[in-house]
């Protein structure tokens, strides 16, 4: 287990309301990533961190934002969630940009 | 967005039995990696490989990152009932670029005993 805790794991809730994910890291990595799975689309990055305060935007930025104020904790927001960002969520970390990514356990989102 | 291909899309096999599956790109990359996700988890590395040719072990496992760069290699020999999943191949292209790690479509594999 890589220390990475995502909350909530499951979550359902209605078109146009906003929505917050946690990413927790135990592991002091610098690097933090969110990435959405879809079926026939594999995963795909959304945001990615690399240092507190410090983000990017990857391949399907489109609708979400992301905050880092503390090492440990990587959150993405849905502003005004549609039924297109149902997905399964997942959080990743790496202490280096090339090292590997270490995966935390997933929050399945159902837009309703 | 680019996807890498893996082949097979999925493997229906026998316990005992060794399996092979690959994966292609049209782009060089600097690294491959082997991902194996289970139902309702994330997926866990297996394998990481840095330099073309590299042939690197993990128990059962064995990944080869291909000497054209394009391609990387996953055998699991003698498969057992825990095997069961969905395997990933992932590749970055060169360093300095957390945005550009690139993940294939998967292969799921079931054993039967």
């Known amino acids: 287990d890589a220390g990475i805790t995502q909350s909530p794991r499951h979550k359902v809730t209605e078109t146009g309301t906003p929505v917050t994910l946690r990413c927790h890291q135990t592991?002091?990595?610098?690097?933090m990533y969110w990435y959405r799975q879809d079926p026939g689309h594999g995963l795909r990055l959304i945001h990615y961190s690399y240092g507190v305060k410090d983000t990017d935007k990857g391949e399907v930025s489109d609708g979400y934002s992301v905050s880092r104020s503390k090492t440990e904790d990587f959150l993405l927001t849905l502003e005004s969630a549609t039924s297109s960002q149902t997905s399964v969520y997942f959080c990743?970390?790496?202490?280096?940009?090339?090292?590997?990514?270490?995966f935390g356990d997933g929050t399945r989102l159902s837009i309703l | 967005g680019q996807q890498l291909n893996q082949s097979p899309q999925s493997m229906f096999i026998q316990e005992g039995e060794d399996v092979s599956m690959n994966c292609t790109s049209s782009s060089i990359f600097n690294t491959w990696l082997w991902y194996k996700q289970d139902p309702g988890e994330g997926p866990v590395l297996l394998i990481a490989l840095y330099k073309a040719g590299e042939l690197t072990s993990n128990g059962r496992l064995t990944a080869q990152f291909g000497i054209t760069r394009k391609d990387s290699f996953l055998n699991i020999s003698a498969s057992i009932p825990s095997d069961v999943g969905i395997y990933f191949c992932?590749?970055?292209?060169?360093?300095?670029?957390?945005?550009?790690?690139?993940f294939g479509t998967g292969t799921r594999l079931q054993v039967t005993l």
């Open positions: 990743a970390i790496s202490e280096q940009v090339e090292w590997p990514q270490h």
């Open positions: 992932a590749g970055q292209p060169f360093t300095g670029t957390a945005s550009k790690l690139t």
């Open positions: 592991e002091n990595h610098r690097y």
